[in-house]
């Protein structure tokens, strides 16, 4: 089991800068503006040769009861219990302030051991207030740069003193190499949340875990780390993001909500399956269509979900209308699927991880060559290429040249004449022959090599 470090200390003291350190990625959003991060964090950490799960965490601070503040502590709490050791970060240039006394009494009262990080080190005023933690009583301060990288040494050896042999590295899966049905299997699916602010996101990621995981509020933009969990449904696992909602990019004038929107899409990017959740009562808006093309275009599997689905009156053929207003808004996944639910009452969820596993499995799907070419003489036969210029373009053959997304390559004459309405139509015949539904499928043509092009013309 892999031995697990949280970093706690009061807002704004470089927490969320030493867990990028530590898990070598820019993972967490950091800023100057105190308290951007809010949901706990965990990664995979290594310092030298230790390898150990770190847990960024909200900065300790007092809040009315129920407060978002309130409840922001209650996760670093939840945090605290789960770790095996905690490390107080305390910023050396501010020196030591009321809250940093208070907050390891805290800290001693949790009963693990406790490195005192004192960050920000560097200067003369960073020495002066890494002296002055001393007196906090919770040993000698490791004087670190998170920012600039000094004093990890320094940190290395104060976290070898508490960690046993170092474990080894868990196996990773590259995209790019080939799978097999056994690694598909056992694997988990990469699933992104993403959609307006305010959908309901969190929500229905925590009634997925049983807890309060994440923090909810009616407020929109709650969120604003893509924070990923791990979610075991009848018995396949799941590595699922929660990300911040994406609104019009002209209404977006924070410096810290561009940040969280970069970090949602990085993690459509990292994503195999997308979901993207719409309310119920203000689906298929401009901002929704956005956001599906802006899938379509990464290459991702996606799944719409229409969430507060229990605030919505009855009515007969509901569901038959969802999916039709699905096609028409959204050709270029023609036939995705599309699932209401309520992340707050828990109402189709069963068939929201069903739809995640029917779209990855068409994601990886491979079409045999044989069958390929048996439809593509067909569907050329059926309908022709349109001749440009009054020449005929010639189509030769296809190949599917890999999975996630399906992707084939066209081998023909003229590849900058075939129009888009044709591989738009060649597109929709592959999903309806091969049952790829809603998957993004990617055609590239290619001009075959033209065997006399190295015979010179003869003069006349």
Partial sequence: MSFTIAIIGR?????????????????????????????RREGSARLGDLEFTVIDTAGLDEGAKGSLTARMQEQTETAIGLADAL??????????????????????????PVVLVANKSEGKHGELG?????????????????????????????????????????EEFDD?????????????IRVAIVGRPNAGKSTLINHLLGEERLL??????????????????????????????????????????KLS??????????????????????????????IADLIEREGRAIVLAVNKWDLMERKPHLIQ???????????????????????????GI??????????????????????LNRWFEQAVDANPPPAVSGRRLKLNYITQTKGRPPSFVLFCSRADAVPQSYLRYLTNSLREAFDLPGTPIRITLREKANPFAHKRKRPS
Wanted: aromatic share 6%; hydrophobic share 45%; proline share 4%.
């Fill in 130 to 170: 890494a002296m002055e933690s001393y007196a906090l009583g919770l040993g000698d301060p490791i004087q670190i740069s998170a920012e600039h990288g000094e004093g990890m040494s320094d940190l290395y050896d104060a976290l070898a003193a508490l960690m046993p042999e170092p474990v080894e590295e868990a």
């Fill in 321 to 347: 209308a969802l999916r039709s207003d699905a096609d028409h808004w959204l050709p270029q996944v023609k036939g995705a699927p599309i699932v209401a639910v309520s992340g707050l009452m828990g109402e």
């Fill in 261 to 290: 929107v970069a970090d949602a899409l990085r993690a459509v990017r990292f994503a195999e399956v997308v979901v993207m959740m719409m309310d119920a009562q203000n689906r298929f808006e401009e901002q929704d269509l956005r």
């Fill in 350 to 371: 069963d068939r929201l991880m069903t739809a995640i596993q029917d779209a990855y499995a068409v994601w990886n799907k491979r079409v045999p060559t044989a069958a």
């Fill in 87 to 112: 490390m107080f970060v305390i910023d050396a240039r501010a020196g030591l302030t009321p809250n940093d006394r208070a907050f390891a009494d805290f800290a001693r009262r949790a009963s693990k």
């Fill in 176 to 188: 790019d190499d080939i799978i097999s049905d056994e690694d598909l299997a056992r694997r988990p």
């Fill in 11 to 39: 807002p704004n003291v470089g927490k969320s800068t030493l867990f990028n350190r530590l898990v070598g990625q820019k993972l967490a959003l950091v800023d100057d503006e105190p308290g951007v991060t809010r949901d």
């Fill in 216 to 257: 909810t509020s009616a407020e929109a933009g709650t969120t604003r780390d893509s924070i990923s969990v791990e979610i075991t449904w009848q018995g396949r696992d799941f590595r699922v993001f929660d990300t911040a909602g994406l609104r019009r990019r002209s209404r977006i004038e924070e410096k810290l909500e």
